[in-house]
């Protein structure tokens, strides 16, 4: 739990993704937690296979936007990336001072399938996919207050009362641990 009290917003901003054909755009937040800066983003990169290209592009736009945070800040990534690991590997992997925290914390299992449409039938398909398509992504400050993964699960594996999941895709819940 978060007490209101305990952050302060210090700014937003939407940055666009020029060549989206899907009108996805990247979101900000600068905030200062306890004396420590952090930079929250979140998108929802372009959906299917055949953009791979677009979803390329928008991963290298929110990558530079990690780059360019303060080194004094901590800058955490999330939301529902489309990605698959080739176009990770095909830009050359993420910047070695930034972590997939799926991986930094051992690839739990449990949490490996973000869309799985052996589970979830909300899109009612006749086929199943089991991808990782739900990520997020943490680059540590150098120095100061450290916020650093501990652990990991999925939300929204229970069927509301109409019988449905709340998405096709189930969410990412992060613990952190904050040390000041």
Same mark, same amino acid.
């Given at each position: 739990? /978060?007490?209101?009290?305990?952050?302060k !917003?210090?700014?937003?901003?939407?940055?666009?993704f020029?060549s989206?054909?899907?009108?996805?755009?990247?979101?900000?937040?600068?905030?200062?937690?306890?004396?420590i800066?952090?930079?929250?983003?979140?998108?929802?990169?372009?959906?299917?296979? $055949?953009?791979?290209?677009?979803r390329?592009?928008? !991963?290298?736009?929110?990558?530079?936007?990690?780059?360019?945070?303060?080194?004094?800040s901590?800058?955490i990534?999330?939301?529902?990336? $489309? /990605?698959?690991d080739?176009? @990770?590997?095909?830009?050359?992997?993420?910047?070695?001072?930034?972590c997939?925290?799926?991986e930094?914390?051992?690839?739990?299992?449990h949490?490996?399938?973000?869309?799985?449409?052996?589970?979830?039938?909300? !899109?009612?398909? $006749?086929?199943?996919s089991?991808?990782?398509?739900?990520? @997020?992504?943490?680059?540590a400050?150098?120095?100061g207050?450290?916020?650093?993964?501990? $652990?990991?699960?999925?939300?929204?594996?229970?069927?509301?009362?109409?019988g449905k999941?709340?998405?096709?895709h189930?969410?990412?819940?992060?613990d952190?641990r904050?040390v000041?």
């Amino acid at each position: 739990m /978060l007490k209101k009290s305990r952050v302060k !917003l210090l700014k937003t901003e939407i940055i666009p993704f020029p060549s989206t054909s899907m009108m996805r755009n990247l979101l900000t937040v600068q905030a200062s937690f306890c004396g420590i800066e952090l930079h929250l983003m979140t998108s929802h990169l372009e959906s299917t296979k $055949n953009h791979s290209g677009e979803r390329i592009n928008q !991963l290298k736009t929110v990558l530079t936007k990690i780059k360019e945070a303060p080194e004094t800040s901590i800058v955490i990534f999330g939301g529902d990336t $489309n /990605l698959r690991d080739q176009e @990770v590997a095909k830009i050359g992997g993420l910047p070695s001072n930034v972590c997939d925290i799926w991986e930094y914390l051992g690839k739990p299992e449990h949490c490996r399938y973000t869309w799985d449409t052996k589970t979830n039938h909300n !899109l009612q398909v $006749n086929y199943v996919s089991r991808m990782r398509f739900d990520r @997020v992504f943490f680059r540590a400050s150098k120095g100061g207050g450290q916020i650093i993964p501990q $652990n990991m699960d999925l939300i929204g594996l229970e069927k509301l009362d109409c019988g449905k999941f709340p998405s096709d895709h189930w969410g990412i819940y992060c613990d952190f641990r904050v040390v000041l």
